[in-house]
């Protein structure tokens, strides 16, 4: 569906220009002979829309409320063509705005559908938060550990009898994993190594 989807994006030049492209970089470290020890880095830029494809969530990513609109327009309507929908009260608009521009409230609406406009949203476990900090998702990964910490802590981790080693592999496969679930991908300011 997404293919037809993107077919249609590209028929508007505006549209295209305003998709949002993420650039990759990967390290690759030589192992053998000559390359041995040599670093390679290979860039690779991929649109938003792919980078952000899982299943059946999507976020749609856009530099300008307009295209975004449109982009809206097309999904929906190429949604209806296969049978789907796109669920009003699920969908939702956030605005990542460079610093020193200040923010406009914009509605977008698509098939009689109108999106509310967040500040903040959920996709993939993962909050992302319309100011680019991570302190939200921070915040999120921390109350969670502490969650998965008191679910075993009466059966398991306050028990004096309980195996230690059990303890802590239980801490590190539950515990540590949630608080650090997708930590590469946080984008964090020198104020939070401080």
Excluded: H
Excluded at 13 to 34: F, L, S
Excluded at 72 to 84: E, N, Q, T
């Amino acid at each position: 569906m997404l293919m037809v989807a993107v077919a249609e994006f590209d028929k508007d030049p505006k549209v295209t220009a305003d998709m949002v492209k993420i650039g990759t970089q990967v390290e690759y470290t030589g192992k053998k002979g000559r390359s041995a020890e040599r670093k390679t880095t290979v860039v690779t830029d991929a649109e938003a829309l792919w980078a952000m494809l899982y299943a059946d969530d999507a976020a749609i990513v856009s530099r300008s409320p307009e295209s975004l609109e449109k982009m809206m327009s097309v999904i929906v309507r190429v949604a209806g063509l296969f049978g789907l929908m796109v669920s009003e009260p699920k969908t939702e608009i956030i605005c990542m705005l460079p610093k020193g521009i200040e923010e406009r409230p914009f509605t977008v609406s698509a098939a009689g559908q109108t999106y509310k406009q967040t500040d903040r949203f959920v996709y993939l476990g993962r909050t992302i938060s319309a100011d680019g900090k991570a302190d939200r998702e921070i915040t999120s990964r921390s109350c969670r550990a502490w969650k998965c910490y008191r679910r075993n802590s009466a059966s398991m981790y306050d028990r004096r009898r309980a195996n230690r080693q059990l303890k802590i592999r239980l801490l590190q496969a539950e515990v540590v994993e949630t608080l650090l679930y997708r930590c590469a991908s946080w984008s964090l300011a020198a104020e939070y190594y401080t």
